[in-house]
C-alpha cells in the first residue's frame, strides 16, 4: 500500500502551477506566527521551495532553514529558484527517514501528511527532528468537508468523487486534519494546540479566481493520473476541467476547504 501512495503522491511537473502559487503568508499563517528571528527551521515536503523560501526571509540571516523532498525534480527546481537565499538549503530526503536528530525550533509539513498512507509515522521522525522544547506544525485539510457555493458542475462533482476514491484506495486518509490532534498525542508531543486555518474565497475577494479554480488546475494535473490508473476516462477528466472553469468564471460565488494548523512540543 505504502508503494501505491508514493507513486500517486509524485508532484508531475503540471502541479508546480499551484505549488509556485504559494506564500508563507497566504499559505500557512500560523508558521509565519510562530518565526522568529535566528530560528532554525525544517520544512518537510517542501515542494518547489515557495513556502520555505518565505520561512527564510522570516527567520534572517542568523536563522537555519532546510527544505526537504524525496522529489529530486523539485529540490533542483527550489535550489536554481531560491538557493541564493542565506541561510536557506534544499536537500533530497523522505520523511520517512529524516536524517536529523535535534536540531530544529520548528520542524513543519504543510498539505504533506494528506499524501502519505502511514502518516503516524512521518511525524514521529518530524518528532525527533525537533530540539528538545521545539515546535512540530502541521498543516492539513479534511477533503470531505470542502463547501461549494452554489454547487459545481455534476462532472466535477464526479471528479472529485473519484479523486477522494483514488487518494483512499492508496492509504491516503481524506480526513487527515480531524486525526492530527489525535496522532501528535500518540507521539508524544504535547501543549498541542488546534486552529482553524480554512481556506475560504469569495467573488469579489483578491485572489478569488486563482483559489477557486483550483480544482480545475488539479484536474489539469493529477487527473491525467487519475485516467491512467482507471478512475476516469479522459473525456470525464477533460469535461471536468472545462466545466469546471466556466464554472468558476460565470456562476462561482464561495468556496470552504476546511484547514487544520495542529502543533505541540516535544518533551
Known sequence: MDSLSRKRAQMPESTNTILNQRTLQASNRRLAELLRPGMHVLDAGC?????TQGIAERVGPDGRVVGVDNNPRLIEEARRRYGHTP??????????LLPYRDGFDVVSASRVLQWLSDPLLALLQMKLAAKKGGKVLVLDYNHEKIRWRPSP????QYFYRQFLKWRADAGMN???ADHLEELFRMCGLVDIAVTDQSERVARGDPGFEAGVSIWAE???????QMVADGYLTEEERSRAEAEYREWAREEAEEQVMYLLAVEGVRI
Do not use: K, Q, W
Open 47 to 51: 515542494g518547489s521551495g515557495a513556502i
Open 87 to 96: 541561510g536557506l538549503s534544499f536537500e533530497t530526503a523522505d520523511i520517512y
Open 153 to 156: 458542475p455534476e462532472s466535477m
Open 174 to 176: 481524506n480526513a487527515v
Open 218 to 224: 488539479v484536474a489539469a494535473s493529477r487527473g491525467h
